[in-house]
């Protein structure tokens, strides 16, 4: 049976609307996706089963917003009652809310595309560590997962077999759906209190928060969430706000307005909301967000009381703010540590700002491939290394992953911007100023924050410029091509970049997995993984880099550019040379 989906780790996708437009708002699906829905649900419990050693093990199952969601649930559900799963279905539920209730039971399948389009869909699988499988516990699944779809016979009846089961068999499950979703929500907001504080000690968070509201008391605070008919809509947000005596406002409740991606083009429609609100007298707004449709991602708006207007975060200054609020807490609660050892992982295209901040603070940085399981799992190493890390996370989207957390969550980024702005007398932005040599003014406002980071010109993730399609699909083959032409052309071009841009040298950087390798001179054995030149300058001190990877979860290839200061002409020339480049090696 043919299936055509993209099988990452980050997520099985494809689009399942039964007409094949990516567009598409119907629910329908067709039987063959239903059928592959089964042999999905099959080959999960299978693993889960053997790696949990139970022969009924306990699944939560959730959806996102997505149309589609509910056949494709049903159908897992017809399979999983077969198999004699324990399944806890709590219908709509967001990404980081059901990696949270799986923490007690013995794992988990959601249903999302994430930011894709409405008409895609897609599954995720995890077991009760709070994320999704590892790649190398992915690729087992989609080991079996091909083969018995190769198997057309074995298909049939495993569909025979899933849709065989009782009326009240499939009763029992319904009937405990809103249960199942209270128990969810709760365990969510538990681990959440416990993520922003960093700790689960029960006074300790009540003190934390404590603070909180007494900043608030002085000085009140609202914030504003664009939906868009996403999974976070029916989570814990409008409460989880209101209990911490934050205004709580939101648009496009039900929903899905626009576009899924929560990148510049489609924050407008929360910026806009912002500003409306204000011009009624609600000036206490100072934060927006809009999360994608499984709600692990939330990129920021902010309103500038310089300019009088809401502003759009580019994705990598949000994750900037994160790391600089995390890793200044994490030192304020471990100043007394003396074999702290603050750490900070990002993957390979999060920009390099990030180590002039980690710097500046003490910290080490570490790389991995694209992919949240990726940095989750180096971020574990470090772990184990004795390193501390606080924040993780895919600056070139803005996702924050804040331990113990192992998935995005719009909410943590939320609050670790309000740890910068509550917490004055502990003096976390102060920290930043004094290690960073900037003058620290104690009236401080969210404008002065955004403005004392380090100034880099970075490519957005979602810029049509970022984004290329290649007919080679051999990615080594690809990449030594791009080598060759790369050094030809440097030869060429060496004297020109050095007189124009100060760039005097360059290193060939892969990331494969958790795996960084610097010094590399065969560009092609990064093969699928991430490939980036870091240009120097006459110290050997890093510039520029330029960055490619094929996506694991769409058929593109991806590219970027991130360069040290406010230079637009020359990003916009390495990307440039840089697509060039990749369009000759495409030849």
């Given at each position: 049976?043919?299936?055509?989906?993209?099988?990452?780790?980050?997520?099985?996708?494809?689009?399942?609307?039964?007409?094949?437009?990516?567009?598409?708002?119907?629910?329908?699906?067709?039987?063959?996706?239903?059928?592959?829905?089964?042999?999905?649900?099959?080959?999960?419990?299978?693993?889960?089963?053997?790696?949990?050693?139970?022969?009924?093990?306990?699944?939560?199952?959730?959806?996102?917003?997505?149309?589609?969601?509910?056949?494709?649930?049903?159908?897992?559900?017809?399979?999983?009652?077969?198999?004699?799963?324990?399944?806890?279905?709590?219908?709509?539920?967001?990404?980081p809310e059901i990696m949270a209730y799986a923490k007690k039971l013995d794992g988990f399948i959601y249903i999302s595309a994430s930011h894709n389009p409405v008409?895609?869909?897609?599954?995720?699988?995890?077991?009760?560590?709070?994320?999704?499988?590892?790649?190398?516990?992915?690729?087992?699944?989609?080991?079996?997962?091909?083969?018995?779809?190769?198997?057309?016979?074995?298909?049939?009846?495993?569909?025979?077999?899933?849709?065989?089961?009782?009326?009240?068999?499939?009763?029992?499950?319904?009937?405990?759906?809103?249960?199942?979703?209270?128990?969810?929500?709760?365990?969510?907001?538990?681990?959440?209190?416990?993520?922003?504080?960093?700790?689960?000690?029960?006074?300790?968070?009540?003190?934390?928060?404590?603070?909180?509201?007494?900043?608030?008391?002085?000085?009140?605070?609202?914030?504003?969430?664009?939906?868009?008919?996403?999974?976070?809509?029916?989570?814990?947000?409008?409460?989880?706000?209101?209990?911490?005596?934050?205004?709580?406002?939101?648009?496009?409740?039900?929903?899905?307005?626009?576009?899924?991606?929560?990148?510049?083009?489609?924050?407008?429609?929360?910026?806009?909301?912002?500003?409306?609100?204000?011009?009624?007298?609600?000036?206490?707004?100072?934060?927006?967000?809009?999360?994608?449709?499984?709600?692990?991602?939330?990129?920021?708006?902010?309103?500038?009381?310089?300019?009088?207007?809401?502003?759009?975060?580019?994705?990598?200054?949000?994750?900037?703010?994160?790391?600089?609020?995390?890793?200044?807490?994490?030192?304020?609660?471990?100043?007394?540590?003396?074999?702290?050892?603050?750490?900070?992982?990002?993957?390979?295209?999060?920009?390099?700002?990030?180590?002039?901040?980690?710097?500046?603070?003490?910290?080490?940085?570490?790389?991995?491939?694209?992919?949240?399981?990726?940095?989750?799992?180096?971020?574990?190493?470090?772990?184990?290394?004795?390193?501390?890390?606080?924040?993780?996370?895919?600056?070139?989207?803005?996702?924050?992953?804040?331990?113990?957390?192992?998935?995005?969550?719009?909410?943590?980024?939320?609050?670790?911007?309000?740890?910068?702005?509550?917490?004055?007398?502990?003096?976390?932005?102060?920290?930043?100023?004094?290690?960073?040599?900037?003058?620290?003014?104690?009236?401080?406002?969210?404008?002065?924050?955004?403005?004392?980071?380090?100034?880099?010109?970075?490519?957005?993730?979602?810029?049509?410029?970022?984004?290329?399609?290649?007919?080679?699909?051999?990615?080594?083959?690809?990449?030594?091509?791009?080598?060759?032409?790369?050094?030809?052309?440097?030869?060429?071009?060496?004297?020109?970049?050095?007189?124009?841009?100060?760039?005097?040298?360059?290193?060939?950087?892969?990331?494969?997995?958790?795996?960084?390798?610097?010094?590399?001179?065969?560009?092609?054995?990064?093969?699928?993984?991430?490939?980036?030149?870091?240009?120097?300058?006459?110290?050997?001190?890093?510039?520029?880099?330029?960055?490619?990877?094929?996506?694991?979860?769409?058929?593109?290839?991806?590219?970027?550019?991130?360069?040290?200061?406010?230079?637009?002409?020359?990003?916009?020339?390495?990307?440039?040379?840089?697509?060039?480049?990749?369009?000759?090696?495409?030849?």
């Amino acid at each position: 049976m043919e299936h055509n989906m993209i099988l990452s780790a980050s997520g099985w996708r494809k689009v399942f609307a039964a007409s094949g437009d990516e567009q598409d708002k119907s629910p329908e699906i067709t039987e063959t996706d239903r059928s592959i829905a089964v042999i999905a649900a099959d080959v999960f419990f299978d693993y889960i089963s053997k790696a949990s050693g139970q022969v009924a093990p306990v699944l939560a199952l959730g959806i996102d917003a997505r149309p589609t969601g509910p056949a494709l649930a049903d159908a897992m559900i017809h399979a999983l009652i077969k198999k004699g799963a324990i399944i806890q279905y709590s219908a709509v539920t967001s990404a980081p809310e059901i990696m949270a209730y799986a923490k007690k039971l013995d794992g988990f399948i959601y249903i999302s595309a994430s930011h894709n389009p409405v008409g895609h869909n897609g599954i995720k699988f995890g077991t009760n560590d709070g994320g999704v499988l590892c790649g190398a516990e992915n690729a087992k699944l989609v080991k079996d997962f091909i083969a018995r779809l190769s198997d057309d016979k074995g298909v049939a009846e495993a569909v025979k077999k899933a849709y065989s089961c009782t009326t009240s068999e499939l009763k029992a499950v319904y009937d405990v759906k809103d249960s199942s979703k209270h128990n969810a929500l709760s365990a969510y907001r538990n681990f959440a209190n416990e993520t922003i504080t960093g700790t689960d000690n029960k006074e300790y968070q009540t003190d934390f928060f404590g603070m909180l509201d007494t900043f608030i008391a002085q000085k009140p605070l609202g914030v504003v969430c664009d939906f868009n008919g996403s999974s976070r809509y029916q989570s814990i947000d409008r409460e989880f706000f209101k209990e911490r005596k934050i205004n709580f406002y939101s648009i496009n409740d039900f929903e899905i307005a626009h576009e899924i991606i929560p990148e510049a083009e489609n924050l407008v429609h929360v910026a806009a909301e912002m500003e409306r609100l204000h011009k009624e007298g609600h000036n206490e707004v100072v934060l927006g967000y809009m999360p994608d449709c499984d709600g692990d991602r939330g990129n920021i708006v902010y309103w500038d009381e310089k300019q009088k207007k809401a502003v759009i975060l580019k994705a990598q200054e949000v994750f900037s703010l994160s790391v600089l609020a995390e890793l200044t807490y994490s030192i304020w609660q471990h100043s007394d540590e003396k074999d702290f050892k603050p750490a900070v992982v990002v993957n390979c295209p999060t920009s390099m700002r990030i180590n002039e901040i980690a710097s500046a603070l003490g910290a080490q940085v570490f790389r991995a491939e694209v992919g949240e399981a990726n940095v989750v799992n180096l971020a574990r190493e470090k772990r184990e290394q004795g390193y501390t890390v606080r924040i993780l996370g895919e600056g070139s989207n803005g996702g924050t992953i804040t331990y113990p957390a192992a998935v995005r969550d719009p909410l943590n980024t939320i609050f670790a911007l309000l740890k910068l702005l509550m917490m004055r007398e502990c003096g976390l932005y102060e920290m930043w100023c004094t290690k960073s040599g900037q003058k620290y003014n104690p009236d401080f406002t969210l404008s002065d924050i955004i403005a004392s980071l380090p100034v880099y010109t970075t490519t957005g993730v979602s810029e049509p410029r970022a984004v290329l399609k290649v007919k080679t699909t051999d990615h080594t083959k690809l990449k030594a091509a791009f080598q060759k032409a790369f050094e030809a052309d440097w030869k060429k071009k060496s004297g020109e970049l050095k007189n124009k841009y100060g760039i005097i040298d360059w290193e060939a950087v892969i990331t494969k997995g958790t795996v960084e390798t610097c010094g590399v001179k065969d560009f092609s054995t990064s093969e699928k993984g991430g490939l980036k030149i870091i240009f120097k300058d006459k110290d050997s001190k890093p510039i520029a880099f330029i960055w490619m990877r094929g996506s694991g979860t769409e058929p593109v290839f991806r590219i970027m550019c991130d360069v040290k200061g406010n230079k637009v002409d020359m990003e916009k020339a390495l990307l440039e040379w840089e697509t060039e480049l990749i369009k000759k090696a495409d030849k």
